[in-house]
């Protein structure tokens, strides 16, 4: 099927969703409303794209018939000069709408909850996992998103044996989704007398924020233990038992928040992170079965890939996904790690490209 077909079939599609997500019947029915209201958004801005798109072609057919009807020279030379002009266009918006129509994670525009935890390594991993946590609230600032830290749990001797934080913004998931996986870090510790380089590792998971019209949590199935907070935060926390255990009985998931004041508030967190855990297990699940028919390598939803290897004394970041290698480890470390994403998210439509994946 041509470009143009595609793209009006695409419209065709976007003018129906608009006129379902006014009905009152589908307006009654939240999940629907949330997928197509959702559906509507995405589509538009292939909708905009279509109209100019249509306009060239046409310009472009226009052009041709001057050139072969019996106008004036002066006409058709003007023609000859448009059409090469529109021809260029239309290649690069050619390009374009391959990667338009490339389809979208449906969670790419969530919000997220990100988990960073300690693995190999001793007192040097939970010093990394303070220096990576640092590094992407330095990121989150940079994009102006809004971030919170829901849980943390102090090293024996220094940095964080793990934290998890809230992160909230405009299509967080499909920026951070890339950075699952562990993270290896090269150096030599502040303790080793000996000044050799040790290797140390860190797992990251980033989970798409889950909605209660994504996931049906059933509150009987969840038992709720409170108890004394453990964490920074002075004598107040460490008086009342504010933070919050929730384990979740049919999966034996356990989700602990105490870096809260309140119990109610830690609670509502807690549940906002099960939630998150549940949909990410069927959202696995869901990708696992998809595996034999396409594998990514950029995100493959497995925590226990390595992904990324930051070498201190020689300054650089390896990412082993795409075998991208930068030296501006320094800038990294301080939130300069746009450009790594972005090699991903080419790489990975690159691929979808390549496997025919197109809407």
Not at 190 to 199: A, L, P
Request: hydrophobic content about 35%; proline content about 2%; charged content about 35%.
């Amino acid at each position: 099927m041509e470009i143009l077909e595609r793209l009006e079939a695409i419209h065709d599609r976007f003018v129906e969703v608009g006129k379902k997500i006014t009905d009152p019947e589908i307006i009654n029915d939240m999940k629907r409303y949330v997928k197509l209201n959702k559906e509507y958004k995405d589509l538009e801005e292939i909708v905009k794209v279509y109209k100019r798109y249509k306009e060239v072609v046409e310009n472009i057919n226009t052009n041709k018939e001057i050139l072969n009807g019996d106008d004036d020279s002066d006409l058709k030379d003007m023609a000859g000069d448009e059409l090469e002009e529109l021809k260029g266009l239309k290649e690069n918006m050619d390009e374009e709408i391959k990667f338009l129509l490339i389809p979208k994670d449906p969670d790419d525009d969530k919000n997220v909850i990100v988990e960073l935890r300690a693995g190999t390594g001793g007192d040097e991993a939970c010093i990394f996992v303070e220096d990576i946590f640092r590094m992407y609230t330095m990121f989150f600032k940079e994009k102006g998103w809004k971030f919170e830290v829901i849980n943390s749990t102090e090293g024996s001797v220094a940095g964080l044996k793990e934290i998890a934080l809230n992160v909230e913004g405009e299509e967080v998931y499909g920026v951070m989704k890339f950075e699952s996986g562990v993270h290896r870090v090269q150096r030599v510790p502040e303790t080793e007398s000996q000044g050799r380089v040790h290797t140390s590792a860190i797992t990251v998971a980033v989970l798409p924020e889950a909605e209660e019209v994504d996931v049906e949590l059933n509150m009987k199935d969840v038992k709720k233990d409170t108890f004394r907070s453990s964490g920074a935060g002075g004598q107040h926390v460490n008086k009342t038992e504010s933070a919050v255990r929730l384990t979740h009985i049919p999966t034996g998931i356990v989700v602990e928040c105490q870096d809260g004041r309140s119990q109610h508030k830690n609670y509502d967190k807690a549940v906002q992170v099960l939630r998150s855990r549940l949909y990410t297990i069927e959202r696995e699940k869901l990708d696992s079965e998809r595996a034999e028919q396409r594998k990514s390598l950029v995100t493959t939803g497995d925590r226990s890939a390595k992904i990324r290897t930051y070498n201190y004394p020689q300054g650089r970041i390896t990412d082993h996904r795409i075998n991208k290698t930068v030296y501006n480890l320094s800038a990294f470390m301080n939130g300069d790690i746009q450009d790594m994403i972005e090699s991903l998210k080419m790489a990975e439509n690159a691929e979808k490209l390549k496997q025919g994946e197109t809407i």
